[in-house]
Nanobody, 125 residues
Framework: QVQLVESGGGSVQAGGSLRLSCASS????????MGWFRQAPGKEREAVAT???????GYVDSVKGRFTISKDNAKNTLYLQMNSLKPEDTAMYYC???????????????????WGQGTQVTVSS
């Protein structure tokens, strides 16, 4: 089991940037998959970006070129750098992880077993 704690959310104007952080209770070097998901009001939770144990990343089309997922294994922390934010990026953002299993990560909730409590991101136009 992994405890995940997100931080870094807030309110920003369109075109601005935010960096989300997710502190993990486990060694991120040994965590097969980590990722960011988001859920807007009235919508289902969707994948945003994932990063596999050895660094392979994946992104949903709507954030490609704007968001970057990374991790600092020395700090056991996952990041999501969000640039050129749009109002449609407004959502609760969740950190997710899966310790074991496949070393490839899909953009699906079912690919993850542990979740943080979320951090709110609000983008105004």
């Amino acid at each position: 089991q992994v405890q995940l704690v997100e931080s870094g959310g807030g309110s920003v104007q369109a075109g601005g940037s935010l960096r989300l952080s997710c502190a993990s209770s486990r060694d991120t070097r040994m965590t097969n998959c980590m990722g960011w998901f988001r859920q807007a009001p009235g919508k289902e939770r969707e994948a945003v970006a994932t990063i596999a144990r050895f660094g392979t990343t994946g992104y949903v089309d709507s954030v490609k070129g704007r968001f970057t997922i990374s991790k600092d294994n020395a700090k056991n922390t996952l990041y999501l750098q969000m640039n050129s934010l749009k109002p449609e990026d407004t959502a609760m953002y969740y950190c997710a992880a899966r310790l074991y299993g496949l070393v490839t990560c899909g953009l699906r909730e079912a690919d993850f077993t542990d979740w943080g409590q979320g951090t709110q991101v609000t983008v105004s136009s």
